[in-house]
């Protein structure tokens, strides 16, 4: 496994109003006849009716590794301005989705997340502030050291129904504090598509919510809970999607009959099955974590529903008994070890991302369309 170069995916401010934009989505080139644009527009704007988004396009060129890149520049200039009631070219947040024409399909795929967003806006959202500034780090910080896993005494956290959203739960981590526990399994904070949901679901990784705050949110949630003496432990979802999940919806509407990220690799249990048999995959996860890790100074992570990667294994070992074929190795381990720092984790190194307290999970509730 290898880190994704980040540096050339998703939005980045690197000067003042200039934002580049670069997206992997292999498979879906130029010469095919395909074309895709990044529609943005203002927060503030978002729901005037006589504003629209202004829309740019993407230039297609092809990466040595991963295949079928896009990517372009935009300024985000005052003067372009649609409407002079428009907020567009002043700071703040903006909101933006790519659309993708094809000649596969006979209207554009419009509403297209972005996989590598840093940020959120409500639905199929993806977002960026510009100027964003990350929450400076207390000078303990760097001091901590998380409990031995055999001490460790976790509460799970969901922000939302805790106290509403990560500035919220701030407030009450010293209620947590005082009730003797030394760690927090907050439950994801990824990227979902409903407002009422609890996270299985997630359409972006690289981000937290905006239902709960952003980054910098947690960040500063973080350095709370050290200087309380808690652990902080993340709720991750990696082995199924939600439908809108890019690399599922982009895939399933164009009518491909394979997919460079999704597969049945595992059961469809709760959401789309993502294809750990293929490096990409593996490489977009691992730099998942290392991203929570190293922006946001987690602990650790508990790994939603392992046991739907080992009932696929099985399943595969099964076949290959009854075929006459031994099994090949284990593509997924149940395991429980200490959390680590970033510092003491090698980033480049095979094997798992990160040490990690992983265990099945909870039975679902099918009764319940937007929660797990």
Known sequence: MQLLPMSRLGPRETAPGT?????????VSAADGNRLSVKIIHEADQFLQDVPPLEFPLTHSVD??????????????????????????????????????????????????DP??????????????????????????????????????????????????????IARLPYLADLGVNGVEVMPL??????????????????VDERFGNRA????????????????????????????FPYEYVYARLGYHENPFMGAFSKNMFGPSTDWRRPFVRDYFFTVNH??????????????????????ERDAACRARRGGRRSGPALWTRHVARPRRLSRVRAAQPGPSTACAARTCRAGSPGRRHAR
């Open 190 to 207: 990824s990227n979902v598509e409903a407002t009422l949901n609890w996270g299985f679901e997630p359409i972006g990784y690289f981000g």
């Open 217 to 244: 949110d947690f960040q500063r949630f973080v350095d709370e809970a050290r200087r309380l003496g808690l652990a902080v432990i993340l709720d991750v979802v990696y082995g199924h999607t939600g439908a809108h």
């Open 64 to 113: 040595a590794q991963y295949g079928d890149y896009w990517s372009a520049q935009v300024i985000i200039d005052p003067a372009r301005r649609p409407t002079a009631a428009s907020a567009w070219g002043t700071p703040g947040t903006y909101v933006y989705r790519y659309q993708l024409s094809s000649p596969l399909v006979d209207t554009p795929l419009d509403w297209i997340v």
């Open 291 to 312: 991203f929570w890790l190293d922006a946001c100074h987690v602990d650790g992570f508990r790994y939603d529903c392992v046991h739907q990667h080992d009932r696929a």
């Open 116 to 169: 590598f967003a840093r940020e959120f806006g409500v639905g199929k959202l993806s977002a960026f502030t510009l100027g964003f500034a990350d929450h400076p780090w207390s000078p303990s910080e760097s001091s901590w050291r998380t409990p031995p896993l055999s001490r460790l005494i976790v509460y799970e956290l969901m922000p939302h129904e805790f106290h509403g959203n990560l500035p919220g739960a």
């Open 19 to 27: 934002v580049q934009f670069g997206l992997f989505l292999p498979w």
